[in-house]
């Protein structure tokens, strides 16, 4: 019938460049999400606390970790016998101790309030912040050549990652926007679904599974016994990632559910929806009119 209206055969390329943007589109997913969790972690709060927890469990571990109340104890008892109520822990540092400090506090509440007062200068200043506390010029000498791994945790950082967040966001929203454009019908909500699934999926493993070895570490303390490389930065491990394990659970989680929402939605559409009527008949389809 002239007057009927024909279906446009969907173009045979469609179907390759579906699948070659869509794997693209992992990878892409994969380095944006892992970028996202970075700029998390080194937020102001979440870096500060960062940076705190690992100089505490560093300067601790020989002492037999975190919780021990030994240096604690000792700290109180030295802040008492001071004629001035007060004590200066480390000698060449401008950080001193009163008794209303750590009042009530835990040992490990009142490691994290003395090593704040070293991370909170080294977040928004880098070695030169955590230098201006000392007054030995040796010691300023040797954090001003470098703090190692802990001068990845700043601020400056931080607004690094936010530049590559955006950057990398917006080539993944590109790609996503093409992977909907090579789709067909329902595979519009599908494909999407089914990258964003497929992309979650490791990481959630992979972080449950280094939170099982976190408990297990957290159970078993290595502090106080004989000391190796492993053992030492297994204990910092275990007292520093556990927040960032949970943060990264929840975002891979979130991701996971919402994969599967768009695949569900996806398989409802294509079932319980129908050809709307003046379309072909389903005899007159070729074989690249059929949902991919």
Known sequence: MASEKVRKPRPYWHVDAKWI???LLIFLLTLTILIFILVQLT?????????????ASSFSYESGGLDTPDDVAIM????????????????????VVRA???AGKTP??????????WAEPLYYDGPEGLANLMTDPDMQKNVREGIGPLG???????????????FSGAVSLLFLGLLVVFSYR???LGSPGCVIFLTAIPGLVFMLGLRGWIEQTAQNPT????????????????????????QAIQTYTILIFLGLGLIFLALIGAIFIRERPGKAPASAKTETDLPQ
Do not use: C
Request: positive net charge; glycine residues 10%.
């Open 223 to 246: 502090g106080g016994g004989e000391e190796t490389f492993i053992t030492r930065y297994a204990q910092l491990a275990a007292d520093v990632l556990p927040d960032v394990v949970r």
């Open 21 to 23: 943007t869509g794997i």
């Open 186 to 188: 329902f595979g519009r």
């Open 100 to 102: 209303e400090d750590i």
């Open 152 to 166: 990845f945790m700043n601020a400056g950082t931080h607004s690094k990652l936010k530049i590559a967040f955006a």
């Open 43 to 55: 937020a102001p709060k979440q870096g500060i606390s960062f940076l705190t927890t690992m100089l």
């Open 76 to 95: 109180r008892e030295k802040i008492a016998q001071s004629p001035n109520g007060e004590w200066q822990p480390i000698p060449g540092m401008q950080i």
């Open 108 to 117: 490990r509440e009142a490691r994290l309030w003395f090593f704040r007062q």
